[in-house]
């Protein structure tokens, strides 16, 4: 079914109530492999992180990682869920070249973490609960580079690369229940909780979960039903959404696809759908008439994991503080709204700013050098904030300068610059660029005494009571000094020096 | 030379740690045995003569150097095509993997190596361990050293003809439903599948996971317990594996006796479909055990009649899952790939052509029992017949020590008897089974010729999990019983080849 015709997103709210189910896989940051012992780091050569066991070579045999299974306890527990206190491993029976087993080693009706839920916040304070049905732990597949064809889609390609350094990268996936009472909000739940859980998955530091990298991927399925219905309807799935605005897009095109279809008489066909970034649709993928018969079974190469109560409860007490209630707890401390707290979030400079702080900074200096110069920076080399090659206790050093009056802000723009190129700590950029402010009074007393010289009839104004005027000899002063006098005490000695009272 | 070829292989180790035989010299005997019969018997698949020698030269210097040397240094051993051995073929037997060289060692081809077992080459089986007389491989059959016009046994038919053979003293078998056993006693050799979990899987190519077990193959018991003591104990590269010290099977196969213990006799393991000349031996031996010293117990094991019906849907569910990586993507064979056709249609020319019938059969067999819909009234009943026949087995062992019955219902029948009615095929595991299900430990030895065919007949014992060492305690005692009253070993009444 093609539908040229959308339904606007008003009146697809007027008459229907939205359904959600989002799904999340999260690649751990663990250091090896779900089953091996290879390692998962990013940007290797090809097929270099493999071993018989994550190339499913005959004979191989997975064993359990020990750290992948601690990771999805800390998200289950993070996540309000019960935690199994036995489950096992089941293999998921599909045929995929860049699976090399041909099944996916998963779990099926024992999960490791269930009946859950993370209340996630919207824009304007608003609190929304979101149930999470499961969490459970899996492997990656490898992954298919599609070459000849025009979309990179298998469609229309000559041949396929596989790079399997992925398969067995420990995933976790998570579940919710059914999100229903969103309404017209839902695109907004959607990405808040994608966002919500990606705070918390880091906050936990078992995954960068960076959405860009593939480190965290979303399924959006969809469903609308007449407003006062209790039935849900037939669902879409759109797969791979990958960034946070994309979550929220879809979501909305679906509600005003499946609208349209509705509206129109017509029925959503059961079926995988793509995202396009470029337009925010959605185009039809695999139909799935059947459900899709995986034949699950529980892995026999496997025995059960069954973490000790006494380990989850210590793990339970390990859980750092939730990154909601960190953000309303460092909201309040530093003193910013809620609209300035979310682009501190978006910049991904709370944890800089918080260390900013911690190494000594105020909170107000930590968070304009992190949300202005060093922001500015970022963006124009296109790297993350935490990427910059800057600690927030050299950001406490530089504002301390300007803090003790060693600084002003203009040379400490210049120390950022000189600490950014790697020129050693701030200190040392100082020293070696020379920028310390001049202060020093038989150093400016020249200069000032050149200035009032070179400037009679202002200094004349200024004796006749006009201090206003000083404002000009200051800014002489400061270009003879290049700008490294302390404008302060230049303005002081200029007044002094023509005996009026400043 | 045709000395060394008959010496056993504590013999051989006790004569090349002595000086009195070197590494080589064995090998070179062995090799010129294969050379001169396996034409005719065709246990091997591929015979690694250049791996072998250089692996006994090792040997011999290491003796040299007065390095220790481990206690079958320098035997020689026939290792089942299942296992990977890293830079030399192996197959399982199939065409799938024809030309596969595999780029790692497993866990028991390791452990030889590094005990300095000679490794001699790589034996024939049936196509992934699929099968009861080797007549499924995908390279032809091999043949009974008793009678070549008969089934060595299968799944380990090549290693138990080997050794039949006097191609090699040891041999590795791996036993999912009988194919260690089935074959040792229809060869007159010896075969023990140890505990589940005993000997490490790691590298070992997977049929039914939760039953395949590999374990030691040879002429008499000690040389099993002495093999099964170098290939046994925990790897955790084998999450399966038993964490646990071995059984002492030496000791239990030097020290062998029966007296005091009590023996069960399961009312299930006889009846229709069992040959009258195995009955006899075998109620012969149970004759023998008592005259020992043994207590003989009647034992009522109902849910082992299930055990065949269970095992044919655990078995070919688990496989039709191990098997699909064989896609001809990334190894072995490839059909097709003609630069036109999808990946997915490749995958399937190649399974066609890769797969023979009895494999195709439980893919599809397993698939079907594992489907939505199925799943609980097939692999959900199975499982719990599962649980039901190790509940019988865990009573039995109540009452007695270890549990005895003819390996098989009858003795080998001829190359192609069976290949056209696969349940008279799948019956040849009837009395084996069910210790894989259960997943404890059971031993086959000879118990005589029957008397209609002259044929080599097997007792079983069989042991609780983690016990195997009972297995050789009696075992030891009824070989030496019965060597006395024949006074040979019962392969000593074989034809020469």
Known sequence: MTVTELVSYEDALATFEPVMGLEVHVELGTKTKMFCGCSTALGAEPNSQTCPTCLGLPGSLPVVNAAGVESAIKIGLALHCEIAEWCRFARKNYFYPDMPKNFQTSQYDEPIAFNGYLDVQLEDGEIFRVEIERAHMEEDTGKSTHVGGATGRIHGASHSLLDYNRAGIPLIEIVTKPITGAGERAPEVAKAYVAELRELIRSLGVSEARMEMGQMRCDVNLSLMPKGADRFGTRSETKNVNSLRSVERATRYEIMRHAAVLTSGGTIVQETRHFHEDDGSTTSGRIKEEAEDYRYFPEPDLVPVAPARAWVEELRKGLPELPRVRRNRLREEWGVSQHDMQSILNAGAVDLIEATIEAGADSAAARKWWMGELARRANEEGVALSALPVTPAQVARIAALVADGSLNDKLARQVFEGVLAGEGEPDEVVEKRGLKLVSDDSALGTAVDEAIAANAAIADKIRGGKVAAAGALVGAVMKATRGQADAARVRELILEKLGVEG | ?497
């Open chain 2, 1 to 497: 030379m045709t000395d060394i070829i008959k010496l056993t292989a504590a013999e051989i180790a006790e004569k090349i740690a002595s000086g009195e035989l070197t590494a080589v010299q064995v090998t070179e005997a062995h090799l010129a045995r294969i050379e001169a019969v396996d034409e005719k018997v065709h246990a091997f698949l591929h015979v690694d003569r250049e791996g072998a020698l250089a692996q006994a030269r090792e040997v011999d210097a290491k003796r040299e150097r007065g390095e220790k040397l481990g206690p079958l240094a320098g035997v020689p051993l026939a290792l089942k095509d299942i296992f990977t051995t890293k830079g030399v073929p192996t197959t399982v037997g199939s065409k799938i993997l024809e030309g596969w060289i595999p780029p790692y060692d497993a866990t028991l081809t390791r452990r030889l190596k590094d005990a300095d077992v000679v490794i001699l080459g790589k034996t024939n089986m049936d196509e992934f361990a699929m099968g009861s007389s080797t007549e499924n491989s995908a390279y032809g059959p091999t043949g009974n050293p008793w009678d070549l016009t008969k089934i060595p046994g299968g799944s380990g038919g090549g290693s138990s003809a080997a050794l039949a053979a006097y191609e090699a003293p040891l041999a590795i078998g791996t036993d999912t439903g009988g194919s260690i056993r089935q074959p040792a006693a229809v060869t007159g050799t010896v075969g023990v599948k140890p505990t589940y979990g005993a000997v490490s899987r790691y590298g070992m190519v997977a049929f039914s996971s939760s039953l395949d077990q590999g374990g030691p193959c040879a002429r008499t018991v000690l040389d099993a317990a002495l093999l099964h003591e170098v290939i046994a104990g925990h790897d955790p590269l084998d999450s399966t594996s038993v964490d646990a010290p071995v059984p002492p099977v030496v000791e239990a196969a030097r020290n062998g006796s029966v007296q005091g213990m009590r023996v069960g006799v399961v009312k299930q393991f006889r009846g229709e479909g069992y040959q009258a000349g195995v009955l006899q031996r075998f109620d012969e031996s149970v004759e023998l055990l008592k005259e020992l010293g043994a207590e003989i117990v009647e034992l009522d094991c109902p849910s082992f009649d299930l055990a065949l019906a269970a095992y044919y849907l655990i078995a070919p569910s688990e496989c039709s899952s191990n098997l699909a990586r064989f896609d001809g993507l990334r190894y072995g064979l490839r059909t097709g790939d003609d630069g036109t056709r999808s990946a997915e249609d490749v995958t399937a020319l190649t399974r066609e052509a890769g797969f023979g019938a009895e494999v195709k059969r439980r893919v599809m067999l397993g698939t079907y029992a594992l489907s939505s819909g199925y799943y609980d009234a097939y692999y959900g009943s199975a499982q719990k017949v599962r649980t039901l026949i190790s509940r019988d087995f865990d009573a039995a062992f109540e009452q007695v020590d270890v549990i005895v019955s003819p390996t098989t219902p009858t003795t080998a029948f001829a190359i192609g008897e069976r290949v056209d009615d696969p349940m008279a095929m799948y019956l040849a595991d009837l009395c084996t089974i069910p210790t894989n299900l259960a997943g404890n430990a059971a031993m086959s030895l000879p118990c005589g010729l029957a008397p209609e065919d002259g044929l080599p007949v097997g007792l079983q014992i069989i042991a609780p999990a983690m016990k195997d060492d009972r297995l050789y305690k009696v075992g030891a005692a009824v070989e030496a019983a019965f060597t006395e009253r024949w006074g040979h070993r019962l392969l000593e009444e074989a034809p020469s080849l």
